[in-house]
């Protein structure tokens, strides 16, 4: 247990609609990343946040939002889905420069 | 020049083999390779790691080797068994930024 929580484990949409993945990142981390990881794919860096705010962008698409919270905890905010966002999704915390925690992922199904 | 290249894509090996996935990178400025390990319907996690100033480094049956000048990295699994196989991503990172290669999917036949 990487001690990274993300909520819920499976979401099941329909396309255009707009849901909101939640993590937790491990105690005193104040560091937050989201990736997306499709069937066969490797890890693609969506964003990432350090203490409240954004730090870094990645291939994130502008239907595609997220924002961390003064508790720290960290939401994705994916809308207008299209088929082709169903993945799985991840939330990483950190607190040192090198090393990441992985949580154990949202699967996300847009119908 | 933040790319971090993975070969190969996939693996195959007989249980007791040594399998050997290759990574290389181009920026000279990162400063530390983790390796994770993702078992299917898992998130990853840290499975070995190494500084730059250090050519080799084992944990148990894994094995990192480091050849700075050569700018690549290479993970070696002793002895595997059926239970390793997963996907391996390498990765460099820079400051709080980490770059992960494509990943090699890895099977170890009974």
């Known amino acids: 247990d990487s001690g990274v929580t993300q909520t819920p484990k499976h979401l099941i949409t329909a396309t255009g609609q707009r849901v909101t993945l939640r993590c937790s990142p491990r105690s005193g981390d104040l560091s937050v990343y989201w990736y997306q990881q499709s069937l066969d794919q490797g890890l693609q860096f969506l964003i990432q946040y350090y203490n409240g705010e954004e730090r870094a962008k990645g291939n994130i698409l502008e239907r595609f939002s997220a924002q961390q919270f003064p508790d720290l905890h960290s939401e994705l905010n994916l809308s207008s889905l299209e088929l082709g966002d169903s993945a799985l999704y991840f939330c990483?915390?950190?607190?040192?420069?090198?090393?990441?925690?992985f949580g154990p992922g949202t699967r996300l199904l847009v119908l | 020049q933040q790319q971090v290249k993975q070969s190969p894509q996939s693996l195959i090996v007989q249980k007791g083999g040594i399998p050997i996935i290759n990574c290389a990178y181009e920026?000279?400025?990162?400063?530390?390779f983790p390796w994770y390990q993702q078992f299917p319907g898992k998130g990853p996690a840290l499975l070995i790691a190494?500084?730059?100033?250090?050519s080799e480094k084992k944990e148990g049956r894994f094995t990192i080797s480091f050849n700075k000048s050569a700018k690549q990295f290479s993970l070696h699994i002793m002895d595997s068994q059926p239970g390793d196989s997963a996907t391996y991503f390498c990765a460099a990172t820079l400051d709080d930024k980490i770059i992960f290669g494509k990943g090699t999917r890895l099977h170890i036949l009974p």
């Open positions: 190494i500084r730059p100033d250090v």
């Open positions: 990483a915390s950190s607190n040192s420069l090198s090393v990441q925690y």
């Open positions: 920026n000279t400025a990162f400063d530390y």
